[in-house]
């Protein structure tokens, strides 16, 4: 106990989006290190930053083409030491998106390798001869639509790609690659970086046969092909645990590390990466919440689900937004955004708070003519762009949103003269005023940074839940509906509320409005 992985709460940066610190309208380090304080007293711990290092940008930073430095548009690399310095002077850590599986296309690596057959980084990535018919090797998809192949006309070789054409995937079968990816791990260690969020991991490794994916049985036949096939042979494959059990080697010749494994996976297949002797992923992510619906009876069985699957030793995480999915405030309402931030903050594990969350922003509409997002581009029509989520932090009521001087690179939230950090932070009973209050009752509060859960129980749209730790219970009970609802307490005092005003103890039945949530130390 008592590492900083466990008792605090990791905050993402995305940092095109966070502040712009030169004009050009994209966000960049400076900006990020002028905003810490943001940080500060908001409350949490971490500050984990969407990948930085040089890319061409064809998925805005999740294609790298050198993994040891630093995009211009983002700064330098003396940038980001003093934003290291700058977070631990602070008491924050700062966590780095580390994206193992794929490079650039322009990564030297990968321009070596298309080089032809007998390049001497040929076998770095995936490269197989056409099928019979001249067609890609296999039925593999992008996750981002099409084959996962593509032809290199010179040698006449396929190569694979999970994402983007421009994101060829590199061969983690190969020691070479491990090798050199332990480099660049400790590249950043060196200079202090307290961990890694590591992107897909669970796709590391691929079939060695390159057989083909069957078909997915419940499919809808109009779902989008990549959901039509089950990733038997392109996720999850077994020799993927020691892969990262050697990153975690390496992690762990420096002291207090981390690394968290970006998972979409089923719970009894997403708790095996925290490895079998807990020497895997420290918390692999656990996006139940965003995935579930948004309903009492589903979130108190996605909670038990999930502590009864926990291997002994684990210590369990929760997210409620990311750069990838719906704004948690889009998807359960604005309402009911402040009951999922008090759940997110009080239940047992890492809480992951997307920034913005903490204002209540909202997916923002992108008119098409705006839209970058090449997951959305290159399939339209399905919604799968994901800049509504991506778009700037608003600070504060200027042109400009306190964002950039410039025009951002993305439209800004068009309420962002009322919803703003300054504007919130003038307003009491504001989001952010919750979030921090939230945040700082959960950090002086043992039972809800250690406690055990007990008690996980839905009824009638109430979710309820207790945190004990050494004889002190927080009971939480959480009015996931949009009417009134009374419940059953243990006599306490309230000590957070969703709701502007309510204070004082409870006891017995207790009325809850719509959308109210309360933690109430039990007395
Ligand atoms: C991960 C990232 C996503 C990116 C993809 C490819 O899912 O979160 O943003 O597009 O990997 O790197």
Known sequence: MGEWWRDGVIYQVYPRSFA????????????????LDHLVTLGVDALWLSPIQPSPMADFGYDVSDYCNVDPLFGTLADLDRLVAACHARGLRLVLDLVPNHSSDRHPWFLDSRGGRGASRRDWYLWRDPAPDGGPPNNWLSHFGGPAWTLDASSGQYYLHSFLPQQPDLNWRNPAVVAAMHGVLRFWLDRGVDGFRVDVIWLLVKDA?????????????????????????????????????????????????????????PVERLVRYYGGALDECHLPFNFQLLLCAWDASAIAGVIREYEAALPAGAWPNWVLGNHDRPRVASRVGAGQARVAAMLLLTLRGTPTLYYGDELGLEDVAIPPERAQDPAGLREPGRGLGRDAVRTPMPWDASPGAGFTTGEPWLPLNADHASRNVAAHHAEPDSMLALHRRLLALRRATPALVRGTIEGVAAKDGVLRYVRSHDGRRVQVVLNLTATEREVGVAAGTILAATTAGRAGTVEGDVRLVAHEGLVVGVS
Do not use: C, K, W
């Open 20 to 35: 712009d610190s030169d004009g050009d309208g994209v966000g960049d380090l400076a900006g990020v290190l002028a905003r």
């Open 209 to 265: 046969l390159f057989r083909d994916n069957p078909p997915e049985p419940g499919a809808a036949p109009d779902a989008r092909p990549f959901a039509r096939q089950r990733a038997v042979h392109t996720a999850d494959q077994p020799e993927t645990h020691a892969a990262i059990a050697g990153l975690r080697r390496v992690l762990d010749a420096y002291p207090g590390r981390m690394m968290v494994g970006e998972i979409y996976l």
